[in-house]
């Protein structure tokens, strides 16, 4: 799995997080019975929640994808073999998160 932290505030604390990120193994236990979990850690501190992570299933030997943010930091474009997606961030009169994805031009997904 490709991790990235392509935003988190500045550029530069986006590449601190990523460089810090881990996999952790924790347990809980319910009923007498402990089960074991895995969790990515990405060591952010920020007042508000303006980071993005992405997560890129990949096998071994694959083409990684080159990830680019627009001039404005409003889309991210991510780019393997021919393919092109752009996801368009925005904020809703809400104050979340708002995205839109594109492949290759079409429309494949809004999360309002």
Not at 75 to 102: K, M, N, P
Request: charged share 20%; net charge neutral; no cysteine.
């Amino acid at each position: 799995m490709l991790l990235r932290v392509p935003a988190a505030g500045s550029a530069e604390q986006a590449k601190l997080a990523q460089a810090g990120a881990k996999l952790e193994t924790y347990e809980t236990t319910f009923r007498n019975a402990t089960t074991k979990h895995n969790r990515i850690v990405v060591p952010l501190q920020a007042v508000t929640a303006s980071y993005k992570v992405l997560l890129f299933p990949f096998r071994e030997g694959a083409e990684l994808p080159a990830t680019s943010w627009s001039g404005d930091g409003a889309q991210l474009t991510i780019a393997w073999g021919d393919q092109r997606d752009q996801v368009a961030f925005h904020t809703g009169d809400d104050g979340r998160s708002h995205l839109a994805l594109t492949r290759d031009g079409k429309a494949v997904l809004e999360m309002k």
